[in-house]
Every structure is written in structure tokens, then in C-alpha cells.
């Protein structure tokens, strides 16, 4: 994993299965501070969040809109900052 991702905030879309859910497992082994998991798919999401072993914490989002409001209350408004982002929706 790249050394980019260690100790920053990494977004990941599709995380409740396949390859989302397995980017968002290698970016919590990688380092990432902070992983986001967004699915339409909540439950899948949360599981894969309970699965995420190297990160400070995770959150799971799951909405049927475009995640464009960085204010959500499940997201705390501590984390600024993404420092990458992974679309594996679809």
C-alpha cells in the first residue's frame, strides 16, 4: 500500500462487497487513520467496517443520494481532509 494513505482519511465507495470491501481492508492495513465505507448496502457496509483491523476508526454511510455533504452526522466533523478516494460502486 502506498505510503500516501498512512495516517490520512481515505473514501471508499462499493465497500460493502467485493472489491470495495477488499480496498478498504488494504487501505486500513496500509495505515489509513480513518476509513469511510460508502454503500447503498448499510449492513454490507457496517460488516465491512467490523472487519477493518489497522485503522484509527471507520464509519459506514449508506444513502441513496451522492455523498456530497461533508457535514453528515455519522462522519465527525474532526476528519478533514481526504487524502484519497476509491469508487469501486457498480
Request: hydrophobic share 40%; no cysteine.
Amino acid at each position: 500500500m502506498s505510503a500516501e494513505v498512512v495516517g490520512k482519511i481515505v473514501f471508499v465507495t462499493g465497500g460493502a462487497s467485493g472489491i470495495g470491501r477488499a480496498a478498504a481492508e488494504a487501505f486500513s492495513v496500509g495505515g489509513a487513520e480513518h476509513v469511510v465505507v460508502a454503500d447503498l448496502d448499510r449492513e454490507g457496509a457496517e460488516e465491512t467496517v467490523g472487519r477493518l483491523v489497522g485503522s484509527g476508526s471507520a464509519v459506514a454511510l449508506a444513502s441513496s443520494r451522492y455523498f456530497a455533504n461533508s457535514s453528515r452526522p455519522e462522519t465527525p466533523r474532526s476528519w478533514t481532509g481526504i487524502a484519497r478516494a476509491r469508487s469501486s460502486a457498480g
